[in-house]
T-cell receptor
């Protein structure tokens, strides 16, 4: 059974600092991995998707890496801003058309 | 271009009642999935539907049921509501096998009192 863990559960950094968010999983047989952002009480906004054959994806200040052999993905957010404060969730799909398996999320606070 | 739309946005129900939540996928998406998110936790998979057929079911009791209509919209029904059913219910749509992943709606906040 695939298990997804995100540590730490919460993180507080000063504005301008780079953010490093971790996601670990137990089964390396994945189809793709997706990072989401969630603002309080809101739905999920997709940030980046990494296909199984890829090692990383980048979008603006965001970079996500995937290392299947070690069961890890990392989301980097450069030069954090107060507007980056949110909960960040990673989720895996084992095969095309399958369900998403989520981690518990990391709640981020960026202090001005 | 409309994203995934869910209704209602908020709902308050009494224990024992039933509830129906609705979801319209992105145009062209034929797969709809439902997730339950309890406060402070990651979303948990409830159902997936594709071409009006159930393609997956999570570890939820039979009080939970769903269906998909010919226009690919979907309903999630929950009977005999319990206090523990209070959560954010999220709907996601995708092409089956789509390498672009899933797109989520804004969710329905259900409170059971």
């Amino acid at each position: 059974k695939q298990e997804v863990t995100q540590i730490p559960a919460a993180l507080s950094v000063p504005e301008g600092e780079n953010l490093v968010l971790n996601c670990s999983f137990t089964d390396s047989a994945i189809y793709n991995l997706q990072w989401f952002r969630q603002d309080p009480g809101k739905g999920l906004t997709s940030l980046l998707l990494i296909q199984s054959s890829q090692r990383e994806q980048t979008s603006g200040r965001l970079n996500a890496s995937l290392d299947k052999s070690s069961g890890r993905s990392t989301l980097y957010i450069a030069a954090s801003q107060p507007g980056d404060s949110a909960t960040y969730l990673c989720a895996l799909i084992k095969a095309a058309g399958n369900k998403l398996t989520f981690g518990g999320g990391t709640r981020v606070l960026v202090k001005p | 271009d409309a994203g995934v739309t869910q209704s209602p946005t908020h709902l308050i129900k009494t224990r024992g009642q039933h509830v129906t939540l609705r979801c319209s996928p992105i145009s062209g998406h034929k797969s709809v999935s439902w997730y339950q998110q309890v406060l402070g936790q990651g979303p948990q998979f409830i159902f997936q539907y594709y071409e009006k057929e159930e393609r997956g079911r999570g570890n939820f009791p039979d009080r939970f049921s769903a269906r998909q209509f010919p226009n690919y919209s979907s309903e999630l029904n929950v009977n005999a509501l319990l206090l523990g059913d209070s959560a954010l219910y999220l709907c996601a749509s995708s092409f089956v096998g789509d390498l672009n992943g899933y797109t989520f709606g804004s969710g329905t906040r259900l409170t059971v009192v």
